[in-house]
């Protein structure tokens, strides 16, 4: 989640064999999202342009989330929040109405050290409490940080072996899971190329090279494909569909997207939940409304095919990941009733049994682990 956008952009670029140079940035690229076009109205509630014109000429002044429905909430390090009562977003005002934090990574479960977790208990607490004492927000989430194919230790180019990697972080995320008290219906699968070091031995967490073994950075010269990146995508959501009364969902942005799944058909996203991180800002005002920052031309896209107006867009991190630094934190805005919609596609199949539970309580509303009937 905390990315260095030019230089992931540089590192992708390379790897596809374009000659790059430095250029000057001095602003987010928004090419992609129009300053005259607004997101298509949510089927829950409205967002049209209208609403976003009225917006801006009230951003200035307006603390808190916008329009009903949608919340601020932050995700990964850890934020100043209120430790009793209500929460509060910090610097946004508004409730807390969500924290999503990094539960794992497979660098960690692979052995390779003992990277840190982007993972706040203090932030993941206050959020719960929101959702389950105030009925505010969304709640507590998790992401597995996943390594692509290129450093599963069992590669062997096929998409079979690719797929059983992504059961096995799948497995492993399962477990990172089971002792937190998660309220949100959602597993975000984290897929990025990183441009650092930070959370596991190498730059492209194995979505673009293949490596020697999951903790040598040496490349072995040959290149995953998208393809094999889709097999494992679709390995680590089909174990959570068989094992847990969760759905999956992909963290990632556009640009990241393309540069691991190709353009074709493995970069259709079909009933997967996104949260993209498009547009990213360190400047806190003029706060979102909706999926736009009004007066900016600054809007969430998303990937895959998935638009803003689509049912399966939930969340969109806008300010302190990708390298920007807005001196608190990471922001995100959520769409609270797209998100407590999920809870119908996160239920078992049939023939699965319920065996170990998230929240220590059932009586709190956390979702349960659940393990296939005879295994």
Do not use: K
Not at 62 to 90: E, K, L, Q
Not at 221 to 246: I, K, N, S
């Amino acid at each position: 989640m905390i990315l260095d956008r030019r230089r992931r952009l540089s590192y992708a670029m390379a790897m596809s064999g374009i000659a790059i140079g430095l250029v000057a940035v001095t602003a987010p690229a928004t090419a992609t999202t129009p300053a005259t076009t607004a997101p298509a109205a949510s089927p829950t509630h409205a967002a049209t342009p209208a609403g976003a014109a009225a917006a801006s000429r009230t951003s200035a002044a307006r603390i808190g989330d916008a329009p009903a429905g949608y919340y601020f909430g932050t995700d990964s390090t850890g934020v100043p929040v209120a430790t009793t009562g209500p929460a509060g977003t910090p610097a946004l005002g508004g409730v807390y109405g969500g924290y999503t934090g990094m539960a794992g990574d497979w660098a960690v479960a692979a052995g390779c050290g003992p990277y840190r977790l982007a993972w706040s208990d203090a932030d993941a607490a206050a959020a719960s409490r929101d959702h389950r004492v105030y009925h505010a927000g969304v709640g507590a989430g998790a992401y597995w940080f996943m390594g692509g194919p290129g450093v599963d230790p069992h590669y062997d180019a096929t998409t079979g072996e690719a797929a059983a990697w992504g059961r096995q972080q799948a497995a492993w995320a399962l477990a990172a899971i089971a002792p937190l008290h998660l309220d949100q219906p959602v597993l975000w699968m984290d897929i990025e190329l990183p441009g650092s070091t930070v959370f596991d031995p190498v730059t492209d967490n194995g979505w673009t090279s293949v490596y020697r073994s999951p903790c040598d950075a040496q490349p072995t010269g040959q290149e995953v494909t998208p393809t094999l990146a889709r097999a494992e995508l679709d390995g680590f959501a089909g174990y959570l569909e068989a094992h847990a009364r969760l759905a999956a969902g992909v963290y990632s942005d556009p640009e990241m997207w393309t540069a691991i799944f190709g353009d074709g058909p493995a970069s259709v996203l079909d009933h997967t939940y996104e949260w993209t991180a498009d547009d990213q800002t360190s400047t806190l005002t003029p706060l979102p409304y909706a999926w736009c920052r009004p007066g900016t031309g600054e809007c969430a896209t998303f990937f895959g095919g998935v638009s803003p107006s689509s049912p399966y867009a939930l969340s969109w991190q806008w300010s302190g990941g990708e390298g920007t630094r807005n001196g608190v934190g990471d922001f995100d805005t959520i769409d609270g009733p797209r998100t407590a919609a999920v809870t119908a596609d996160g239920l078992p199949p049939a023939g699965v049994q319920e065996t170990t539970g998230i929240a220590a309580d059932p009586t709190t509303g956390g979702y349960w682990l659940t393990t296939a009937a005879g295994n």
